[in-house]
């Protein structure tokens, strides 16, 4: 996703109403978002749910996204506050069963800890969302989602080595990208 990409969209968007468009920007940053959801409250299902919401938020504010400076650090904070706010709500209920909660973090991280840990992450999402389209799937898949290679190959229609090249190139840009940090 580049600037200028979503830029044209936004405006779209906002000039046209244009619902295509409003679709083909939560194609181009669903995966990306709902990763940032997942992140926080580690549950699929409420994951989706925070994203589904904050897409319905964007496409009310859809007049003045053109305004946002940084509409990627923008999502970020919005999907970030919108899981802290799901699992504060969730948390209040009483009849919530222990397996549906996040498991505890075992060690406290001080608050500077906690933000540099959000900060890398932040990078982390950005740099993914650069990776090409085949090379940015397969780093998912393998390093994500726990998927052998060979289970990636045959889901893909590519060989073991291509998944392996793959993967290889996606932690070379990523490193690179996050050593920079000049992501954006």
Request: aromatic share 12%; net charge negative; glycine share 2%.
């Amino acid at each position: 996703m580049t600037e200028s990409e979503v830029r044209k969209l936004l405006r779209q968007m906002k000039e046209l109403d244009s619902q295509t468009a409003f679709r083909d920007f939560y194609n181009m940053t669903y995966d990306r978002l709902f990763r940032i959801a997942y992140y926080y409250v580690k549950q699929e299902e409420w994951s989706q749910e925070i994203v589904l919401d904050v897409f319905l938020k964007l496409w009310k504010q859809r007049s003045n996204l053109l305004d946002v400076r940084n509409i990627e650090d923008y999502c970020f904070i919005l999907v970030k506050n919108a899981s802290l706010n799901y699992l504060e709500k969730e948390s209040k209920h009483s009849f919530i069963r222990p397996d549906f909660l996040p498991e505890p973090q075992e060690q406290s991280y001080s608050p500077e800890e906690s933000l540099i840990s959000e900060e890398l992450f932040a990078l982390y999402v950005k740099a993914l969302d650069r990776l090409p389209g085949r090379c940015r799937e397969v780093f998912i898949r393998i390093r994500e989602e726990k998927q052998s290679y060979t289970q990636v190959a045959e889901e893909l229609g590519i060989s073991t080595n291509t998944v392996d090249a793959q993967l290889q190139k996606a932690i070379t840009r990523l490193k690179e990208m996050i050593g920079r940090a000049d992501i954006d």
